[in-house]
């Protein structure tokens, strides 16, 4: 297969460092950089912007490895920078460890000529070379590497299509799904947000001949986010400003909406804050939102509802990951019929329950908190692209039962109560209706997390969820309790669904 080539022209050293920060963007564990180019030609440039870029600081010390022949940092994706040019056989490659810091890190490989034919296959190429008062970068390769570093490059034009092409870009965050944040800033002027949303790659069909996206209605583009964000903005949500869009790639430009969450300085939560959360909640809650949402003039975004098939293949998750893992096999047909049976009754319960905009993963951490502010624009919320017309009672479920934060039953209590406080100060609420709700919710979305926090381990490798699991239990426990839920929970217990495993 062919490499593909692309050009960039540098004009000067602040280009060809800028050129380093966004291949740095793009660097994943088990990526190889094969930086090419005569004395004088920049590479020592590109790779202390890359270096220092991972690492997060302008001012990093990054040596020449000329007679070390290789420096390792403990970067964001420990990166390890080789100098080739003192190699005296190709053979010595395995001395240096090559092999060995691409399975826990990154390579940049200065005098690539060196290695011979011991250079990885799918090493991303990159070649500086003069051109009349600046220098070109030549990047070729195939794979994913040089994907993303294409991707990556496409971001970089954006930024200067918006008037932000000399920011730095920096990683911000990342999530479970393809998405990633950089915070891009320059000069005299509030950082910015850069998102990058690829568009949804739909995965093998799951039931019905649909993928599992499909079903569960997942946003495929990002002209979700935009719709909803602008819809949210303009009835006093606090969101994103959006200051540039190519909706084509998936790339936004957003207002920097802060970085302080809800956890104190000991780690633990904040009750006045998930409060504030759910009077926020309350004053969505009490508002008409319609279905079909404007992303640009002419594009539109169509709020898929929660309905039973996107409940019941999210519940599935508990019986396709979970049950395997705490068994050691599959889960049998007779469970599973047991299963749909009890969920499909209680999700007949769920009809005639107020329907809302409800935004699906309203926990903290995607809550900023913004002291400096008052009344609702204290809060900050992101990441809404996934919101779908769904029972109100959820998005108080995912608020109280943080997944990723232990929340006592105490504050889950007072979040609760100022949610439906709030929702009686203006009008009639059924708060009996709202309790049962709240109960089926949190249950779907604790099962369903159960399911989801073992498939990033098992089939992402992620491991680092399953310490989430005993809190997970915990608050299934809690919605359980509820009457309406009794034959659920007996069907859980009889299968130990609910007992303490160790990861």
Do not use: C
């Amino acid at each position: 297969m062919a490499k593909t080539v692309l050009e960039r022209f540098l004009a000067d050293e602040a280009a060809t460092a800028r050129l380093g920060e966004d291949l740095a963007m793009a660097l994943r564990t088990g990526d190889s950089i094969a930086l090419k180019g005569d004395l004088g030609a920049g590479k020592s440039t590109l790779a202390r912007a890359l270096i220092r870029a991972l690492a997060d600081d302008a001012n990093l010390e990054v040596p020449s490895p000329t007679f070390t022949l290789v420096q390792s940092y403990e970067t964001r994706i420990p990166v390890h920078h080789f100098d080739l040019y003192r190699l005296s056989s190709p053979d010595e490659l395995d001395e240096l460890g090559l092999d060995d810091t691409l399975a826990q890190g990154a390579a940049l490989i200065e005098w690539p000529e060196r290695a011979g034919d011991r250079l990885p296959a799918n090493a991303l190429q990159v070649e500086l070379a003069e051109q009349g008062a600046g220098r070109v970068a030549r990047l070729s390769g195939q794979g994913p590497a040089f994907e993303r570093a294409a991707r990556s490059l496409a971001m970089r034009d954006f930024l200067t299509s918006a008037g932000w092409g000399e920011a730095g870009r920096r990683h911000f965050v990342g999530d479970a799904s393809a998405r990633s944040y950089e915070i891009v800033s320059r000069p005299g002027q509030a950082s910015r947000v850069l998102m990058n949303s690829p568009r949804l790659v739909l995965g093998p069909p799951v039931r019905d001949g649909k993928p599992y996206a499909v079903i569960a209605h997942t946003a495929q583009s990002v002209a979700a986010f935009v719709a909803i964000d602008r819809a949210l903005l303009a009835a006093g949500v606090g969101v994103p400003a959006i200051h540039a869009q190519d909706l084509d790639q998936g790339f936004l430009l957003l207002e920097h909406l802060g970085s302080e969450g809800f956890l104190g300085s000991d780690g633990h939560p904040i009750a006045e804050r998930y409060e504030a959360a759910a009077e926020l909640l309350a004053m969505m809650h009490g508002k008409a939102w319609p279905d079909r949402m404007e992303a640009a003039p002419g594009v539109f975004h169509e709020v898929p509802p929660f309905d039973r098939d996107a409940m019941l293949i999210e519940a599935d998750l508990l019986v396709d990951w979970y049950v395997p893992w705490i068994t050691g096999k599959p889960a049998s047909d007779e469970l599973r019929a047991g299963y749909h049976k009890e969920w499909n009754a209680l999700l007949d319960r769920l009809a005639g329950q107020e329907y809302t905009l409800m935004l699906r993963d309203f926990h903290s951490p995607n809550i900023i908190w913004r002291a400096e502010r008052s009344g609702f624009d204290r809060l900050g919320i992101v990441d809404v692209q996934d919101a779908l017309i769904g029972p109100a009672a959820y998005d108080v479920a995912s608020l109280a039962m943080d997944a990723r934060v232990s929340v006592s039953p105490e504050i889950e209590r007072r979040t609760v109560d100022a949610y439906i406080a709030a929702r009686h100060a203006v009008g009639a609420f059924d708060e009996t209706s709202f309790a049962e709700a709240y109960a089926i919710m949190a249950a779907q979305r604790n099962s369903k997390i159960l399911g989801i926090f073992v498939r990033l381990e098992k089939r992402d490798g992620k491991p680092y969820y399953l310490k989430h699991l005993p809190r997970i239990r915990d608050y299934l426990r809690r919605a359980l309790a509820h009457p309406a839920l009794g034959h659920l929970k007996e069907f859980y217990m009889a299968h130990g669904l609910l007992e303490e495993r160790s990861p």
